[in-house]
């Protein structure tokens, strides 16, 4: 094993063995090189005053070379912000500002350990950094049976784990706890378990109350108390966008500093909670009373970095930044989540005029992009072709019952015409 993997793993295992036996074997052998070319460059970038020939950029006119055909619709933007490479940890002012932004938005992180948000390539590739590090083959996931598919891809595919289901909803439909409590414990042979928890969730659009989180929590320590190391992944997609009285913070506050067999990670990004889905700027942010700790987890994630994309895009890092520092941010913001509210209430107040009868009932949702119908009486893909292709109206069919709705997709006031023209397509598709 290269030494400097040697010695963030002896840290991580004199600070907390447990944190040290949730890593993957990739996890234990990576690393990120201290005397590699990005350590010489930032080195020379500090000190080279004179020629810095380092790095295998182009330098003309003292600026990074260019084309105008590109630069010329980006002139808002210096060209040191767009065309060098951003360092594989991302811009630190993006790093700074986004960790400001966590700590304003969830005031349950106040006096816990955590790291400086860690610039990903977007959600995806921060849980694939999560899989990267911490899961090998047989390791178990377990995330409700409602999720993100990608999910399967990213554990399960690529690196072998096992995916362990439980029922999102108990029979009150709330957020069943207890089904996660018999998930964990049931991993106390293997002594180790990846937990994604991610609300607002994909597909169905629920966040659980404030008592429902405690629950979630309570049930990670309990697990934890068993034995069991657990990575306690937070998906926080769409964060932001809780429109009742469900929390409206990330878990990650409540999981930091929980138990010291509880690694609380955070997965987060710009994609969603900005509309900037096509730009690609996310972050992973790790949760530790140990700086060391943070540090070689963050050492450990800029070699999975260095060795998968080297470094995110920079030109969207700089769009993403000048956002955050904009005295209209805010208020922007605020304009976009009244208009994704207004949606969600309309959608309620649709399902909930009994214009529809029972062919269907809703899962409880109360934030994100989405909802879904839980169709009663017909095949969701038998409905979802039926609108495609008499209708022109796409939605998603998931399994045998359930077709989910992006509503985030829809004016609000073509929402009406929408759910009654899913009615009808279901009616036809009864009468078939
Ligand atoms: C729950 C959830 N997590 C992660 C992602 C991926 O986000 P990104 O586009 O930033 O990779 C999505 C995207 O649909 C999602 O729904």
Redesign the pocket.
Known sequence: MNPLAQQLNETLERDNANVYAMLSKLGREIYFPKVGILSQSAEAKAKAKKFNATIGIAIENGQPMHLNVIQDTLSAYDPKDLYEYAPPAGKPELRTAWRAKMMKENPSVEGKGFGNPIVT???????SIVADLFADAGDAVIIPNK??E?YELTFGVRRGAEIVEYDLYNSSNRFNSEGLREALLAQKGKGKAIVIL?FP???TGYTPGPQEGDEIVAVIKEAADAGINVVAVT?D??FGLFFEDSVHESLFGKLAGLHERVLAVK?D????EEYV?GF???FITYASPSEAILASLEQKTLGIIRSTISSGPHPSQTFVLRALQSPEFETQKAEKYDIMKRRANKVKELLDSGRYGDVWEYYPFNSG?FMCLKLTKVSAEAVRQRLLSEYGIGTIALGETDLRVAFSCIEEGDLEELYDTIFKAVQEQLNA
């Open positions: 390539n977007a959600l995806t590739h921060g849980l999720n993100w990608n991610n969730n994909n597909p998906d997609a769409y997965v990004g710009a994609t969603k889905w690609r700027v996310g992009y």
